[in-house]
């Protein structure tokens, strides 16, 4: 533990601690909200709230919290923050509340928090958990408009998040790519591309 | 062994209340800050349901408003708009309606709803919907009694709930 650095806390959950590609955690509001950049960039902001909201309490308590309970304490906490960003999102964003829909309220069972909680922030200090927060916020974040970008383009035939129009390409739009036949294939074909880079390497190490 | 528990029990009833003072604090910013969409929408939904018209005075009985009159930019009467509450099939359907000076319904928009998923949601739709643009009081029916408005497959209550709904309030309109 004393060799743990911000940045190298904060850079672990871009890349080896990847909460989609390395944790494989949250992938259902992954495949459900990338229909557009904005929704994906949408998600991220509250999944980052409701993730360094509990990240910071879980670990201020978590010489208080006795282990027999912590889980529905962890919950607790975690239900706390995503009713105040759903309250949030409702008044002063209702749009983009509209598109997301009733993946807000199910950031409450998103692996991603309670996995944090759990595995990092009960056993780390807060500037740490910090940290780590904002890592694994930034990863999902990275990964969420990545495929948000990718299904929006091929889609729609252009990028447009909050009325900036980004990219367009002048191509036939699928609408697989809106559907969740879509969203399974370009997940699969990313997660099979950074495994295929994950074995190279190994492979490259063992010689 | 008990003074344990006792400490786990007192521990969660604490974070619980802690919890619910913190969101019922933030409640009450955030519901003011929805009651002002909620508002703006509403008279959004005037003007999709007449877009004719320019500007809107409410015709009120006591606090409460009825109906608008709408009004085009040289202040003629064009017609009336509404919105109005009609029990449906599986809870209230708040709609909004516009009528002309004819009673001819220039729209209809459905605001809220608790109907059936998939079969009374679809009253929302505009192939439902535009159903109503043109359509005279007197064909103001589903088309099975011969009126102009062809209900959703398997939603007939919901369907003839907006109808109701529509003409409740031109009745309002004309007594008025």
Known sequence: M??????????????????????????????????????????????????????????????????ITRIPMFIIIICTFVTMIDMLMEAYTPPLYKSLGIFIPLIVVNCIIIGRAEAYASKNTVKYSIVDALGIGTGFLLVLVLIGAIRELLGTGAIVPFGFKLISIPITPSTFMILPGGAFMTIGVLMAMVNYNRIRKARKGGQ | MKKEYIM?????????????????????????????????????????????ADHFEPVKSGEETLFYQAFDASNNLVGYCFFHDQPGSQGTITLAGGVDTEYTVTGVKIMTHAETPGLGAKITESFFTDQFKGVAVSDLMLSKNDGAIDSITGATVSSQAVIDGIHVKIGEIKAN
């Open chain 1, 2 to 67: 004393a060799d743990m650095t911000i940045s190298g806390e904060y850079f672990r959950g871009i890349v080896k601690d990847n909460p989609i590609f390395s944790l494989v955690l949250g992938l259902c509001p992954v495949l459900a909200v990338t229909t557009s950049v904005e929704n994906a960039i949408g998600m991220a902001g509250a999944a980052l709230f409701v993730l360094l909201g509990s990240n910071v309490i879980v670990s201020a308590l978590r010489k208080q919290i006795p282990p």
């Open chain 2, 8 to 52: 786990v029990m007192v521990k969660m009833v604490l974070m619980s209340v802690i919890a619910a003072v913190i969101l019922g604090g933030l409640y009450i910013p955030t519901q003011e800050q929805l009651k002002i969409y909620q508002e703006e929408q509403r008279q959004l939904a005037l003007v999709d349901v007449l877009p004719v």
